[in-house]
């Protein structure tokens, strides 16, 4: 399972958000926030639902959808 980095920075820079904001909307370091947005590491399912919350929508919505070969 991988998370939709794009949408989130869509999302982050529509709202004009730095880096440091949003990790802070999503009550995560700003650390962890860059790690997820770079691909170091995958975030938990908890991680995930609070970036949602953040961003006002369903978890589900950040999961990239696998492409069936």
Do not use: D, W
């Not at 004009?16 to 999503?26: E, F, I, K, S, V």
């Not at 991680?47 to 006002?56: F, L, P, V, Y």
């Amino acid at each position: 399972m991988e998370i939709n980095i794009a949408k989130i920075e869509e999302f982050r820079k529509k709202k004009r958000l730095p880096m440091y904001r949003m990790a802070a909307m999503c009550g995560i370091p700003a650390s962890t926030y860059h790690y997820i947005m770079t691909g170091k590491t995958q975030p938990r399912m908890s991680t995930i639902a609070n970036i949602a919350k953040a961003m006002k929508c369903e978890p589900i919505k950040l999961i990239k959808k696998e492409v069936s070969k």
